[in-house]
């Protein structure tokens, strides 16, 4: 039987079963398509970093006896859609059964779904062998409860797959030692420098230019850092282990001019492409803890939460609300995203170092999402549409399954309250606290009112207090509308005043 095995750009699992073995009647379809560069307009690191571990892995299975078909962007064969493809190649080289990898995003998932319901020949669905949950585990573990509570989600996970555990306890007495993962980072602080991979990427650059490609940031095409083959992602791997994790735990929420990536691993664009498993990730780091007493437990098990625990769980409240999810608009927000998100020509320090750091590196730390532009576009009431497409183009890492979750849920709170206990909002108190910026700022974090008040602080009260009758009655809140009502009417009324001009305002300030 002549079949037909698609690869989509983020299955690039070199331990899937399919693999095991090789049959000359199977033949491995990948394709660099127009329909995954316009849904969104991505980063161009973003866009690069998946056509290159694309190609290395369609390399690789060639060097290991697969047959492959590999469409680049420019094939003249290439019609940009998938479906559209497949129909070719199905005729053309007269296959008789279509096996597909269930695709992590919904609208591939319908996309492929539909596309099988009308195809005459055979088909058959596999796992991609790579999550430690299946997409309904979390919607049947919180089956008949109404709160959703990830660290619920995370024990069991640890439990079920003995993780960081001491005959049923964990280790250590804790589950969790988020509380020690709090720190600002001395400015004295050695920071390593960062791991990459140095590559010339012209031919690429060029070929997004002459096809028309649309995208967002800045790429050094001589000198193309990320890594994206496996061997490069166990490799840096090995490096955050070895030269972060240490302070990884300590200084994970620290924000500085100092460093782009900081004590960071980022190997969430290798862990969402499937280069690297969440299973070996999280094995290396629970046995590097063990033979290295001296880090912190506390690091060992915040990294093994972020992937054992908010991966996953944001995978499982994807496919439990979807498509309904991307519609969420808690708190009605229309304002657009102000032009220098694009630019990061903003006067607010913060802001301008995160923008701009993100249009140069495709890359943010999660503090820098939630609590910098995620904190601003709540507070200035944008529409998480423009959030989501903002965040979904902009990060290397960036899939619909966790960009939407961690966007429109944590970030944004539009789905009300689903993934998160309350929003993620902050004066500028905040940023001064976990923050180098404050000190090279145009504005004043101490400041309220005036020309000189850091935005952040009129545009928090002004959000608590226009949402109130949605917010006072979540228990986490309660005590900062006690705080609030302790001001004066004409207290209050100057700070809304002073909110209202900078929204009015909002590219200049």
Same mark, same amino acid.
């Given at each position: 039987?002549?079949?037909?095995?698609?690869?989509?750009?983020?299955?690039?699992?070199?331990?899937?079963?399919?693999?095991?073995?090789?049959?000359?009647?199977?033949?491995?379809?990948?394709?660099?398509?127009?329909?995954?560069?316009?849904? =969104?307009?991505?980063?161009?690191?973003?866009?690069?970093?998946?056509?290159?571990?694309?190609?290395?892995?369609?390399?690789?299975?060639?060097?290991?006896?697969?047959?492959?078909?590999?469409?680049?962007?420019?094939?003249?064969?290439?019609?940009?859609?998938?479906? !559209?493809?497949?129909?070719?190649?199905?005729?053309?080289?007269?296959?008789?059964?279509?096996?597909?990898?269930?695709?992590?995003?919904?609208?591939?998932?319908?996309?492929?779904?539909?596309?099988?319901?009308?195809?005459?020949?055979?088909?058959?669905?596999? !796992?991609?062998?790579?999550?430690?949950?299946?997409?309904?585990?979390?919607?049947?573990?919180?089956?008949?409860? /109404?709160?959703?509570?990830?660290?619920?989600?995370?024990?069991?996970?640890?439990?079920?797959?003995?993780?960081?555990?001491?005959?049923?306890?964990?280790?250590?007495?804790?589950?969790?030692?988020?509380?020690?993962?709090?720190?600002?980072?001395?400015?004295? =602080?050695?920071?390593?420098?960062?791991?990459?991979?140095?590559?010339?990427?012209?031919? &690429?650059?060029?070929? &997004?230019?002459?096809?028309?490609?649309?995208?967002?940031?800045?790429?050094?095409?001589?000198?193309?850092?990320?890594?994206?083959?496996?061997?490069?992602?166990?490799?840096?791997?090995?490096?955050?282990?070895?030269?972060?994790?240490?302070?990884?735990?300590?200084?994970?929420?620290?924000?500085?001019? /100092?460093?782009?990536?900081?004590?960071?691993?980022?190997?969430?664009?290798?862990?969402?492409? /499937?280069?690297?498993?969440?299973?070996?990730?999280?094995?290396?780091?629970?046995?590097?803890?063990?033979?290295?007493?001296?880090?912190?437990?506390?690091?060992?098990?915040?990294?093994?939460?972020?992937?054992?625990?908010?991966?996953?769980?944001?995978?499982?409240?994807?496919?439990?609300?979807?498509?309904?999810?991307? /519609?969420?608009?808690?708190?009605?927000?229309?304002?657009?995203?102000?032009?220098?998100?694009? =630019?990061?020509? =903003?006067?607010?320090?913060? &802001?301008?170092?995160?923008?701009?750091?993100?249009?140069?590196?495709?890359?943010?730390?999660?503090?820098?999402?939630?609590?910098?532009?995620?904190?601003?576009?709540?507070?200035?009431?944008?529409?998480?549409?423009?959030?989501?497409?903002?965040?979904?183009?902009?990060?290397?890492?960036?899939?619909?399954?966790?960009?939407?979750?961690?966007?429109?849920?944590?970030?944004?709170?539009?789905?009300?309250?689903?993934?998160?206990?309350?929003?993620?909002?902050?004066?500028?108190?905040?940023?001064?606290?976990?923050?180098?910026?404050?000190?090279?700022?145009?504005?004043?974090?101490?400041?309220?009112?005036?020309?000189?008040?850091?935005?952040?602080?009129?545009?928090?009260?002004?959000?608590?207090?226009?949402?109130?009758?949605?917010?006072?009655?979540?228990?986490?809140?309660?005590?900062?509308?006690?705080?609030?009502?302790?001001?004066?009417?004409?207290?209050?009324?100057?700070?809304?005043?002073?909110?209202?001009?900078?929204?009015?305002?909002?590219?200049?300030?």
């Amino acid at each position: 039987m002549r079949r037909l095995r698609l690869i989509l750009g983020d299955q690039l699992n070199h331990q899937h079963s399919w693999y095991q073995e090789k049959d000359e009647n199977t033949l491995y379809v990948m394709m660099e398509m127009g329909q995954e560069l316009t849904y =969104t307009t991505h980063h161009i690191q973003k866009v690069i970093a998946f056509f290159l571990a694309m190609r290395a892995f369609a390399e690789h299975l060639e060097k290991q006896g697969h047959q492959v078909l590999y469409l680049k962007l420019d094939d003249e064969k290439n019609k940009q859609s998938l479906t !559209d493809n497949l129909s070719w190649i199905i005729e053309e080289y007269k296959i008789e059964k279509f096996e597909y990898q269930m695709p992590d995003e919904y609208r591939l998932d319908k996309q492929l779904q539909g596309y099988c319901g009308a195809i005459e020949a055979d088909f058959e669905v596999f !796992d991609t062998e790579h999550f430690m949950t299946s997409r309904t585990d979390l919607a049947d573990f919180f089956k008949g409860k /109404k709160q959703l509570l990830m660290e619920s989600f995370y024990r069991n996970m640890r439990k079920k797959h003995k993780v960081l555990m001491d005959e049923g306890e964990p280790v250590g007495g804790k589950w969790n030692y988020d509380h020690d993962n709090r720190n600002k980072m001395p400015e004295d =602080t050695f920071v390593p420098e960062p791991k990459s991979f140095q590559r010339d990427v012209t031919d &690429l650059v060029e070929l &997004l230019e002459e096809r028309g490609v649309k995208t967002i940031g800045n790429v050094d095409s001589k000198d193309f850092l990320w890594s994206v083959t496996r061997e490069e992602g166990l490799e840096l791997f090995d490096f955050f282990l070895n030269d972060c994790m240490p302070f990884f735990g300590k200084y994970q929420d620290a924000m500085t001019t /100092k460093g782009w990536s900081l004590f960071h691993s980022r190997i969430s664009f290798l862990l969402n492409s /499937k280069i690297l498993s969440p299973e070996e990730v999280i094995r290396k780091t629970e046995e590097y803890g063990q033979n290295n007493q001296d880090v912190p437990l506390s690091a060992i098990e915040g990294f093994i939460r972020q992937i054992l625990g908010w991966r996953e769980y944001m995978r499982g409240i994807y496919w439990k609300y979807m498509p309904d999810y991307a /519609k969420e608009n808690f708190f009605n927000h229309k304002r657009k995203l102000p032009d220098w998100f694009w =630019t990061g020509e =903003t006067k607010m320090k913060c &802001l301008s170092h995160t923008i701009g750091q993100s249009l140069d590196y495709a890359y943010a730390h999660h503090i820098q999402r939630l609590m910098v532009t995620g904190n601003f576009a709540l507070l200035a009431g944008i529409d998480p549409d423009e959030v989501d497409q903002w965040y979904l183009g902009i990060y290397i890492d960036a899939i619909e399954w966790v960009e939407i979750t961690n966007t429109r849920g944590m970030s944004q709170f539009a789905d009300g309250g689903v993934v998160a206990t309350k929003p993620y909002v902050s004066s500028a108190n905040y940023m001064h606290k976990m923050s180098h910026y404050c000190g090279s700022c145009h504005y004043k974090y101490k400041e309220k009112l005036g020309e000189k008040a850091c935005p952040f602080n009129s545009l928090y009260w002004d959000f608590l207090d226009r949402n109130r009758e949605k917010l006072e009655k979540n228990h986490r809140m309660g005590m900062i509308y006690r705080v609030w009502d302790k001001n004066s009417t004409e207290k209050k009324n100057q700070i809304i005043e002073q909110a209202a001009k900078y929204l009015n305002k909002m590219e200049e300030i």
